[in-house]
T-cell receptor, first 112, second 115 residues
Framework: NAGVTQTPKFRVLKTGQSMTLLCAQD?????MYWYRQDPGMGLRLIHY???????AKGEVPDGYNVSRLKKQNFLLGLESAAPSQTSVYFC???????????FGPGTRLLVL | KQEVTQIPAALSVPEGENLVLNCSFT??????LQWFRQDPGKGLTSLLL?????REQTSGRLNASLDKSSGRSTLYIAASQPGDSATYLC??????????????FGSGTRLLVRP
């Protein structure tokens, strides 16, 4: 039982490049989330999903897109990376909306 | 707009000391509150979750309290150990269909327990 896994662990991009971050969970959770963590600002919600095939915007969705084609996977895409997207990205999942969220180890992204 | 504040930002204590971490929030209409631990370069681990109708939760040496009316929560760590060194984050889950899925995080308290 791996819980929540994220790939890659670390990535360097040039401005304007695109990439996809993958999150996978093996707990059969309905809800999945993408957060970014910046120094001194805590975690902020980018997008979330309440089930397979659904997505919704969080607090800071601009510049990101997501897809939930399979229940166990939640993908975060950056179409045209900007230096402001340099951050640590965390994926999380939960059984229900009010229940404990389980976090992945994070992806550190540097945009030059 | 909900704001979550954690003071102090950093704390250094000698081993064995009992300590309290503070969390305050501006909107008392919360569904629940959760305390997390984050080790350097790692993800978040849930420590305690307190429902809005509860006053406290305990797990081992940890005790979290919630006073919704005053917008405060505290995390009490008894007999601190060097292994407790980490960043502690509190997060409130906002009530309501539109925002019930959101966790609003504080910026954390970085704890160092000195041997």
């Amino acid at each position: 039982n791996a819980g929540v896994t994220q790939t890659p662990k670390f990535r360097v991009l040039k401005t304007g490049q695109s990439m996809t971050l993958l999150c996978a969970q093996d707990m059969n959770h309905e809800y999945m989330y993408w957060y970014r963590q910046d120094p001194g600002m805590g975690l902020r919600l980018i997008h979330y999903s309440v089930g397979e095939g659904t997505t919704a915007k969080g607090e800071v969705p601009d510049g990101y897109n997501v897809s939930r084609l399979k229940k166990q996977n939640f993908l975060l895409g950056l179409e045209s990376a900007a230096p402001s997207q340099t951050s640590v990205y965390f994926c999380a999942s939960s059984r229900g909306p009010g229940e404990t969220q389980y976090f992945g180890p994070g992806t550190r992204l540097l945009v030059l | 707009k909900q704001e979550v504040t954690q003071i102090p930002a950093a704390l250094s204590v000698p081993e064995g000391e009992n300590l309290v971490l503070n969390c305050s929030f501006t909107d008392s209409a919360i569904y629940n509150l959760q305390w997390f631990r984050q080790d350097p370069g790692k993800g978040l681990t849930s420590l305690l979750l307190i429902q809005s109708s509860q006053r406290e939760q305990t797990s081992g040496r940890l005790n979290a309290s919630l006073d919704k009316s005053s917008g405060r929560s505290t995390l009490y760590i008894a007999a601190s150990q060097p292994g407790d060194s980490a960043t502690y984050l509190c997060a409130v889950r906002q009530w309501g269909m539109d925002s019930s899925y959101k966790l609003i995080f504080g910026s954390g308290t970085r704890l160092l327990v000195r041997p």
